[in-house]
């Protein structure tokens, strides 16, 4: 972001930060989904408990709509996920990263 742009992965981290500090529980996805047989598509987006409901940031968009489950989440962003990672900051340092796949 040094160059005042950024991807899904930047995005999420920013928004990860800010609501951690604004003592959110929230995380950074990555998911992957086929890209017409071509090659995986990869998105990252930012994941966040808003009550008892889940939300999310997509590049600098909040979604208007809340969740009642992470995988409901995710097919709304993209129905044909194949899998996706967890990751905090802190898991970064440590490599620790959560796979999961959604089918």
Known sequence: ??????????????ADYILTDLHYESYVFVVFAPYFLKENYV?????FKDKDQLRYFSN?????????????????????WTY????????LMSNKVYKKDLK
């Open 1 to 14: 972001m040094n160059d005042k742009n950024g991807d899904c992965e930047d995005f999420a981290f920013l």
């Open 43 to 47: 998105h990252a987006i930012c994941v």
């Open 60 to 80: 600098n968009n909040l979604c208007p709509y809340n969740f009642n489950n992470l995988k409901e989440l995710i097919n709304s962003v993209y129905a044909n």
């Open 84 to 91: 996706m990672y967890r990751i905090k900051l802190p898991d």
